[in-house]
């Protein structure tokens, strides 16, 4: 499948690279612009959020061995959150590249942070999907 050279360079911004560049089409797919023929990212969006849980997770107990789950309970909610997520989006330009419906591009769907929280989260599913869990790591 030959993609963009917006998609080429989200890519590089992204710093993974697809096998099969279908994931990354349907992670950046919002639901406004799903067809009968076009999935949408709300299934990725649901998988990507329990990779993104697992590995800040994981992040945290390697990060500091001796914390007690009342420490690391807020630590986590504070990297998991909308927000958080979205700024990431933000920092990587995912908003250029979402495909939106006309509602949402009227409505600023680009700068939500609602919208790229969860494109984010598709985004990490679809590279767990395409590299494994290392990969989305």
């Known amino acids: 499948m030959k993609i963009s050279q917006d998609l080429k360079d989200f890519q590089n911004r992204l710093g993974y690279q697809f096998d099969d560049p279908t994931w990354l089409q ?31 997770a994981q992040a ?20 998991v959150r909308k927000e958080t997520c979205a700024d990431v ?20 769907g680009r700068r939500k942070n609602a919208l790229l929280g969860d494109a984010i989260e598709a985004v990490i599913a679809a590279v767990y999907r395409d590299g494994g869990f290392d990969a989305a790591q």
């Open 60 to 79: 945290l107990l390697d990060a500091d061995g001796s914390a007690k789950e009342g420490q690391l309970a807020p630590r986590y909610n504070a990297l």
């Open 26 to 56: 349907v992670a950046l797919t919002h639901a406004s612009l799903s067809s009968a023929t076009r999935s949408d990212n709300e299934r990725l969006e649901f998988l990507g959020d329990r990779v993104l849980g697992l590995v800040m």
């Open 89 to 108: 989006a933000r920092d990587i330009a995912l908003g250029d590249v979402l495909k939106l419906g006309r509602s949402e591009m009227v409505s600023g």
